[in-house]
Nanobody, 122 residues
């Protein structure tokens, strides 16, 4: 599975950005992670392919970020609203064959990663 991210860029605090991640093959769980300079990579949220599992989000983005998925296009989106300067980071899309489950935020359990896209909030 190859993952191609797009949509990064700059925004002002309080603004919005939307990231996209197109997957070339089948993946059960698609997730977004981010990594700020000098910090560990953080799981933001994940979405299962089917409807049997509700999306999960990190507390730091809950209520501001929304993950949606278009199964026909094998694409996942990250809508980021009410952006804060602390949201500045490189954002990564990740995918795995296994279902999302309670381990969705464990980066070591993902098989495939995108190249990353920079988001800067000032």
């Amino acid at each position: 599975v190859q993952l191609v991210e797009s949509g990064g860029g700059s925004a002002q605090a309080g603004g919005s950005l939307r990231l996209s991640c197109a997957a070339s093959g089948y993946a059960n769980c698609l997730a977004w992670f981010r990594q700020a300079p000098g910090k560990k990579r953080e799981g933001i949220g994940a979405r299962q392919r089917g409807d049997g599992w509700l999306p999960e989000y990190a507390d730091s983005v809950k209520g501001r970020f929304t993950i949606s998925r278009d199964n026909d296009k094998d694409t996942i989106y990250l809508q980021m609203d009410s952006l804060k300067p602390e949201d500045t980071a490189t954002y990564y899309c990740a995918a795995r064959s296994a279902s999302c489950s309670l381990t969705w935020a464990r980066e070591d359990l993902y098989n495939w990663w995108g190249q990353g896209t920079q988001v800067t909030v000032s």
